[in-house]
């Protein structure tokens, strides 16, 4: 493991947080998982919960059932299905849930075409979240695999300015990139990604939807993985940012037990 800090990163003076992604696929479903990883992680404070429209709970919904094992939860809020010329629809069940942070991602067009989005961006929704709840964190999403990383590290200076505190990244599987983007980015707190790809079936997946890049090293394997969560969370606390681990398969449990 690399020991010192990539070139012209200075480390800010803030505790490492470290969050799991969990997804709400049921209600009840949510809460087993949650008991289940915080009996396994008595020092998990965060979880931050994606909004998939296949399933019935939304984001903030799975948060506020969330806050009952953690201190905070964090909701994904796609920014294409905001209204931009409406209140926010979930402003007011976060304020009465203690939900203090957002994070704000494009979000893929629906399967099902009857469900309405809008002509937005993150940057519209970031704007509004500031304006009509400027209580609340937002954070951004920052994707080293969609554009050149001029267009990304631009795009991601446009979403601070408009209002983000900083970012949860696409999970990365390469120490030597995560450099290179502690470098590109401007100050703020980024919460580093990781995620477990434990088959080849995965492994095809996000390379060939997500355009991930992989290291000749990496290895489809669960070992492979807890070894590289152990990595991203050393360089997390280096860089003075947090952390974030996606399970797919495993439980977070198993993925991150002996690890948090």
């Known amino acids: 493991m690399i020991s010192t800090l990539p070139r012209n990163v200075q480390p800010v003076p803030k505790q490492t947080r470290v969050s799991v992604e969990l997804v709400a696929r049921s ?9 289940a990883v915080c009996q396994q992680i008595s020092a998990l404070q965060t ?27 964090i909701p994904h809020i796609r920014a294409i299905d905001i209204n931009p010329r409406e209140p926010l629809q979930m402003a007011d069940f976060l304020c009465q849930h203690g939900i203090s942070e957002v994070l704000v991602i494009e979000g893929d067009p629906p399967a099902d075409m009857s469900f309405r989005t809008y002509d937005v961006t993150s940057l519209d929704i970031i704007r509004k979240f500031k304006r ?12 080293p695999y969609r ?3 001029a267009r990304e590290r ?11 505190t900083g970012f949860f990244t696409q999970p990365f599987f390469d120490r030597r990139l995560m450099e290179l983007w502690a470098e590109l980015l401007p100050p703020c707190e980024v919460f580093w990604g990781a995620t477990s790809v434990t088959s080849e079936r995965s492994l095809s997946y996000w390379q060939n939807r997500n355009k991930a890049v992989f290291p000749r090293s990496f290895e489809p394997t669960l070992e492979h993985n807890r070894v590289w969560a152990r990595e991203v969370l050393e360089f997390a606390q280096q860089v003075g940012g947090h952390a974030y681990f996606m399970p797919i398969k495993e439980s977070a449990a198993e993925y991150l037990g002996g690890i948090l």
């Open 27 to 35: 209600r009840s479903g949510l809460v087993a998982e949650l008991e």
């Open 132 to 143: 009509e709840l400027p209580e609340i964190t937002v954070w951004a999403g920052l994707d």
């Open 147 to 149: 554009q050149s990383f």
């Open 154 to 164: 631009d795009y991601a200076e446009a979403k601070l300015e408009a209002g983000a």
């Open 47 to 73: 979880v931050n919960i994606p909004d998939l429209l296949r399933y019935k709970t939304r984001s903030w919904e799975g948060c506020a059932l969330a806050k009952g094992h953690v201190a905070e939860a």
